[in-house]
């Protein structure tokens, strides 16, 4: 019963997203075309997948995000969690976690391996998104919030970041021999 | 004596800038074709990238060195030509290569030229070392990672080159430039296309039993969702020998031999490398910072013990080992 509540609850929070995406898209369009404007050298690194389309699925939200990058910007678009037969490949993961590899603050192999990482679909086109946003070198607050607030923001939502990634994460988890 | 130089990865202009910053006395990198052993998508440098980067790390203090170290393609050697004159026009500080041919272009080009010897060149005894350098001036020579500390140091003493080994990163069991275990399976290798586990062959399944990966439809590994993995490659499969599975080549580990950094320089070895242009920024600076820390404390006559478990949590499988250094097996 409980897990029906929570499905219920779940399916309710996306729709809830879904209809009151757009804002969130502007805003991460307009991001995307800063950092186009700043780095497009970057957006040249994806080659042949300029275009193409990515799914990026945070674990612990209830919707995905549609992604595209091209020459003078890109689009994100919220979209519901499930198949995306359009897309490349797709990426899911915590969104701390997929915070931290856009900005490059993360290792995207070391993450992987720990297995808190899923890929699937053309790993080529994964591998060449990585580089492009490691080359883009965005910062946190580019993603999060509106450009007039990023320079005040950027050391708070930072230290949010690393707060929620330890949470996932504890250090010393590992062996060594 | 002297100090160890520190020789760290640039996959991007990003991750140079990271390594530099981080510490690293050079930097390694390629440019954006097959005449480099990490030509992946996304990655590498462009004519113009590299020339600026050592323009900025001269500035810093730091060398450039410049990795054309695939095997040229029989009718293609223009393009490995071509990266030779690239890099020497860039003011790269020295070439690291494999190939007879590429080493013999480039003393062609410049009789001054600094060349170091690839770890693809999988030169591990003295007569080899010095055919390289007696044929073309080869100064540094890239050991291969399959050699314990003992044998290093014996080598050492009997070569004219100065020797750099690996010390943090991807390991390699297998005689390096001439392993086929890619090219077996998906018609590219890293020895001639620059790739090993093309990841245009590589996939990934979800099942409700983990993970599985796939290598050109061969399947490599499952791993129960959670649990560490490790990279797609042939050489870290688990394979079912007589209804055993078992990793039969290597286990998914990574090298970590900074506790052995103080045997490394007392036995002469003038660089150590970190392994990993593929990985990103993050990891560099973390990998820099560590082995800087390192490094110092030993010039400082201190030990490296507080740094040596920093890294774990960035090691494939998340387990470190100190690979063929401590090997006591022949």
């Given at each position: 019963m409980l897990q029906l509540d929570n499905r219920l609850t779940d399916q309710a929070l996306a729709e809830i997203a879904i209809a009151m995406r757009r804002p969130v898209e502007v805003l991460l369009d307009r991001a995307i075309r800063r950092t186009w404007r700043r780095s497009p050298a970057a957006f040249g690194r994806l080659g042949r997948y300029q275009g193409c389309r990515y799914l990026i699925a945070p674990?612990?939200?209830?919707v995905a995000f549609e992604l595209r990058l091209e020459s003078g910007g890109g689009q994100v678009r919220v979209v519901r969690r499930?198949?995306?037969?359009?897309?490349v490949a797709a990426v899911a993961g915590a969104l701390a976690d997929l915070l931290a590899l856009f900005e490059g603050s993360a290792d995207a192999d070391a993450i992987f391996f720990s297995g808190a990482l899923d890929v699937t679909g053309d790993t080529a086109a994964v591998m060449a998104l990585h580089n492009a946003l490691e080359a883009a070198d965005l910062r946190l607050a580019d993603l999060l919030v509106p450009a007039a607030l990023a320079p005040g923001l950027e050391p708070f939502l930072r230290r949010l970041l690393d707060w929620r990634r330890a949470t996932l994460r504890p250090r010393g988890a590992h062996g060594i021999d | 004596m002297g100090s160890i130089e520190l020789v760290c990865p640039a996959g991007s202009p990003a991750m140079l800038e990271a390594a530099v910053e981080a510490g690293a006395d050079s930097v390694y990198c390629g440019l954006?074709?097959?005449?480099?052993?990490?030509?992946?998508?996304?990655l590498n440098f462009d004519a113009g990238e590299l020339a600026q980067a050592v323009t900025d790390c001269h500035r810093r203090g730091a060398k450039v060195l410049v990795a054309i170290n695939t095997f040229a393609r029989a009718g293609d050697e223009a393009r490995w030509r071509r990266s030779a004159e690239t890099a020497l026009e860039a003011g790269a500080d020295a070439i690291i290569a494999a190939d007879l041919a590429v080493l013999a272009h480039v003393r062609s080009l410049s009789p001054t030229a600094r060349l170091h010897l690839s770890v693809q060149a999988a030169a591990n005894t003295p007569e080899a070392i010095a055919f390289y350098a007696e044929t073309f001036?080869?100064?540094?020579v890239v050991l291969p990672r399959v050699l314990s500390a003992q044998e290093i140091a014996r080598l050492v003493g009997d070569v004219a080159t100065e020797v750099e080994a690996f010390v943090f990163g991807g390991l390699c069991v297998m005689a390096e430039g001439r392993c086929a275990l890619s090219s077996y399976a998906t018609g590219q290798s890293p020895n001639l296309s620059g790739v090993c586990s093309p990841p245009e062959a590589v996939s990934f399944e979800r099942s409700a039993a983990g993970m599985t990966s796939r290598l050109a439809g061969l399947a490599l590994d499952q791993v129960p969702t959670g649990k560490t993995a490790g990279y797609p490659t042939l050489c870290k499969g688990r394979f079912a020998v007589d209804g055993e599975a078992s990793y039969l080549f290597e286990e998914p580990t990574s090298l970590n031999a900074m506790g052995l950094l103080a045997e490394l320089r007392a036995a002469g070895v003038h660089a150590v490398k970190i392994e990993?242009?593929?990985?990103?920024k993050a990891y560099v600076a973390r990998v820099t910072r560590a082995f800087r820390s390192a490094i110092d404390a030993l010039d400082r006559g201190e030990s490296t013990a507080p740094y040596e478990h920093l890294l774990t949590d960035l090691a494939e499988g998340g387990r470190e080992i100190a690979g063929a250094y401590n090997k006591r097996w022949r």
């Open positions: 674990t612990d939200l209830p499930g198949p995306a037969p359009g897309c | 954006r074709d097959e005449t480099n052993a990490r030509n992946f998508p996304g001036g080869v100064r540094r990993g242009r593929q990985r990103g």
